[in-house]
């Protein structure tokens, strides 16, 4: 008898009504994770990119990735995984695919024009996601031509590793995409959150209240970023602490994200001023080698 729970394999190996030719706009840390995921359960995928320095890197990036994966399980083929990838700074490139997600900066007149210029390529169905982790989904499907095909696929970071895809339902978003989201993010060997379009959606909103508390509690010398951290570790069972994720995150995403809830939910969630600094003096985290632990012997 079929396990319900795993998805029927089509004979060239895809789960059944997983995308066989996914894009991935931006080859940047989250979008290099993306490519990587699809990669990894036998998608064909193009990663198109601002120019040529940013496609190679981006490439790089992947493949390093794909490397890592092979060498904790071994039987894998890096060169037909590798194979299977493409990069480009051609917008063209994403036409024959049946999923394109955008990985741009969390920065709103950014991503509004780089989702047109996907969707121009598009034929209509085709689906186009953000990988947005705040920005509302509803608004950015409010600029497209086709809001329709049009949702968030909000990605965890490192994509790899993290088990976690949160489906962002836009107000225009038609009825099926919720399934066919399901089952995508199942293909990938992932669990889905299915929120509607809210400020934060469902995760932002909660990890980054929690990481400003913490934030506000090193400004007012409660406690040192490392007990406060293992405090949530140690007696809530969170996997990492507050801060620490703020590092991996980077400081200036999370600063972004609070601006804005902020500016859409009010004080609570006002950036404290040991961020604004911080950022300001370039300590972004794990990505700089600094933030509120010292990344120096183990940079991005």
Do not use: C
């Amino acid at each position: 008898m079929n396990n319900p729970l795993v998805p029927a394999r089509r004979p060239n190996g895809l789960p059944s009504g997983f995308p066989a030719r996914v894009g991935v706009l931006g080859g940047g840390r989250m979008g290099a994770g993306i490519a990587h995921a699809f990669l990894v359960k036998g998608a064909n995928v193009v990663v198109v990119e601002r120019d040529e320095a940013a496609a190679q890197a981006g490439r790089e990036r992947v493949a390093s990735s794909a490397a890592k994966t092979v060498e904790r399980n071994p039987g894998g083929n890096l060169a037909e995984m590798v194979s299977r990838l493409s990069v480009s700074v051609d917008y063209a490139d994403f036409a024959d695919r049946e999923l394109v997600v955008e990985a741009v900066p969390e920065d709103w007149a950014l991503k509004v024009a780089a989702l047109r210029r996907v969707e121009e390529q598009l034929t209509p169905g085709t689906v186009l996601a953000s990988n947005t982790s705040s920005l509302s989904v509803s608004g950015l499907a409010d600029e497209l031509a086709r809001p329709q095909d049009f949702l968030g696929l909000h990605f965890f970071n490192p994509v790899p590793a993290s088990t976690l895809i949160e489906v962002v339902i836009g107000q225009q978003t038609r009825p099926e995409l919720v399934e066919q989201a399901r089952t995508w993010v199942h293909g990938l060997g992932k669990t889905a959150v299915v929120v509607n379009d809210a400020p934060g959606f469902a995760s932002s909103r909660l990890g980054v209240a929690i990481a400003l508390e913490a934030m506000r509690m090193v400004e007012e010398g409660v406690a040192s970023p490392e007990d406060i951290d293992n405090a949530m570790v140690l007696g809530y069972k969170h996997p990492t602490g507050p801060l620490r994720t703020t590092d991996i995150v980077g400081l200036d995403v999370r600063l972004g994200i609070a601006t804005y809830l902020h500016k859409t939910l009010g004080e609570r969630f006002a950036p404290p001023q040991i961020l604004r600094d911080k950022v300001a003096r370039g300590e972004l985290g794990r990505k700089t080698g600094k933030g509120f632990f010292d990344w120096s012997q183990s940079p991005e």
